[in-house]
């Protein structure tokens, strides 16, 4: 039986952290599915087609697959008929937020399992956010995303 995992997040873009994270699920699982979460509350400084790209160049490997997804996280693991969702830790504030989402997912899907896995020590302070500051401020990014990651944003951010 193939084991299979979803990774969701926004990925407002895929930074060295979510390529760890994805590595590591490569060595857990057969499959992983990486959900570019769509939250209409949110004002992306990538579109849905971009992120979903910039994933690809990330990590290439036939065992990933790159989904759009809109709805709740329970919905997503029905969906993909798996009750793994993988969840990247970098500290306690993390934990706490995933930890508060896994229970309210829980109370949705009582199948749900949670996948937590640290970061790499010197990826701790690598965040979305930081690259999107970065961009904002023209300063580098290169310690940041990958070099294709790079490449990508510069070329559809000139």
Do not use: W
């Not at 969701?8 to 490569?26: N, Q, R, V, W, Y």
């Not at 937020?97 to 749900?112: G, H, I, P, Q, W």
């Not at 961009?135 to 790079?150: M, N, R």
């Amino acid at each position: 039986m193939k084991r299979k995992c979803v990774f969701a997040g926004s990925f407002d873009p895929p930074t060295k952290g979510h390529k760890a994270m994805i590595e590591d699920c490569l060595s857990l699982f057969d499959e992983v599915v990486i959900a570019v979460m769509v939250n209409p509350q949110k004002k992306p400084c990538f579109t849905v087609e971009q992120r979903k790209e910039m994933l690809a160049l990330t990590v290439q490997s036939e065992r990933i697959r790159v989904v759009e997804f809109s709805g709740t996280v329970a919905e997503l693991l029905k969906a993909e008929n798996t009750p793994f969702y993988v969840r990247g830790i970098r500290n306690t504030v993390d934990f706490e937020y995933e930890n508060a989402n896994y229970f309210a997912t829980k109370k949705l899907d009582s199948e749900v399992v949670a996948v937590y896995l640290p970061c790499p020590q010197e990826l701790l302070h690598i965040s979305s956010s930081m690259v999107r500051n970065s961009l904002q401020f023209k300063t580098p990014i290169d310690e940041y995303v990958t070099k294709e990651v790079e490449e990508y944003i510069y070329s559809v951010k000139s």
